[in-house]
């Protein structure tokens, strides 16, 4: 088989065979890691009306996942701790690799493709030395993992490309060890931050919020270099400070919000397309906050059971629950759809 695909990779590339497309697997909008009614665990294509467009078993419980840019590939992570990422043809289900996080690291859930597609970066951590590292991935090679670099921080989660090729990293501060499972083993002294740096893990820029405790966890970057972050309070949930940030390199964080309102928790947080709005979801408390990016003000709140997917849509947002919903805002709450599935933390639009 490998040397079945090798050999239509090299047709493809000399032209004879036109490349593969994502309309090829049924032109997903959007792909989510879900849990069906049996306990399995998949990953779902979803079209722009919330209609499913594939589905494909995953070895594990996923949390987000990755779209190559060109190709209907996607590359499915586990949930913390796990060591499993899966890349999926997402027209039949093939696995063309998978990942495994090289001896004494583990993944962290995310990760982001560069413009071409030829390289594939991960969260990862270090749990021996508690340190945050950064994968580096041949997509050209099968997946081949060419290096790694110091994510500049400790528990690296959400990992974006930003508009100038360079990356945006959000250590969340907080120390692990599979040992211990997902115990938290230095809340007394973490230091979170938001770090920018090159493809070669040079460190370009680095912010830290305020208040330590404010975990960056989650971030979507708009067109204009505007990078969004989303932070959970590791404290008590009733005093949590402004939990949704907007920041561009060069200058302070401004902060919206109030984090007790979301139960010091959000779990996902997206642009609009146009970038004048940000949303942020708290699974915890069941809200999707809506705000002006403009003014920073609140323009709508959307209130549903453990809701945490968030993507853009046509004019507002999408949004997935654990209770297995697809929703949209707009001019009011509208429900696209609703599935036999638990949908897991993030809705990753293509």
């Not at 949930?79 to 890349?87: E, I, L, Q, W």
């Not at 690799?97 to 071409?116: E, I, K, M, Q, R």
């Not at 951590?125 to 400790?154: A, L, P």
């Amino acid at each position: 088989m490998a040397s079945r695909r090798g050999f239509l990779a090299g047709l493809i590339a000399a032209g004879v065979f036109p490349a593969p497309t994502w309309a090829d697997a049924g032109a997903p909008k959007y792909i989510s890691a879900a849990r069906t009614a049996d306990g399995a665990y998949v990953l779902v294509g979803v079209s722009m009306e919330g209609t499913e467009t594939f589905r494909l078993p995953l070895p594990g419980r996923g949390h987000a996942a990755t779209a190559h840019p060109r190709l209907p590939h996607a590359v499915a992570f586990a949930r913390r701790p796990g060591r499993f990422a899966v890349v999926l043809d997402c027209r039949d289900g093939t696995t063309l690799a998978t990942l495994d996080s090289p001896v004494g690291l583990h993944f962290y859930g995310h990760g982001t493709y560069d413009a071409s597609g030829g390289l594939l970066f991960t969260t990862e951590n270090d749990f021996e030395n508690g340190q945050g590292r950064i994968g580096v991935w041949d997509v050209t090679k099968g997946y081949k993992r060419i290096g790694e670099f110091s994510s500049q921080g400790i528990g690296p989660h959400d990992i974006r490309l930003m508009p100038d090729d360079t990356l945006v990293i959000a250590n969340g501060g907080i120390d692990t060890h599979p040992e211990t499972g997902r115990q938290k083993l230095n809340l007394a002294t973490m230091q979170p931050n938001l770090s920018y740096v090159t493809q070669n893990g040079e460190l370009l820029d680095q912010i830290m919020p305020s208040q330590h405790h404010a975990s960056i966890r989650h971030l979507s970057v708009h067109s204009d270099g505007t990078v969004a972050v989303g932070m959970q309070w590791q404290g008590d949930t009733s005093r949590a400070p402004a939990l949704i940030g907007l920041h561009k390199r060069g200058r302070e964080m401004a902060l919206l919000g109030a984090g007790d309102v979301l139960d010091g928790y959000v779990g996902s947080i997206a642009f609009s397309n146009d970038g004048t709005q940000v949303a942020a979801t708290s699974p915890r408390s069941g809200q999707m906050q809506i705000f002006s990016t403009r003014d920073r003000t609140l323009i709508q709140t959307l209130t549903q059971p453990d809701i945490c997917g968030a993507a853009p849509f046509t004019a507002g947002f999408i949004a997935t629950t654990g209770q297995g919903q697809i929703l949209s805002s707009g001019k009011g709450t509208r429900e696209l759809n609703t599935f036999d599935l638990a949908w897991d933390n993030h809705l990753v639009p293509l």
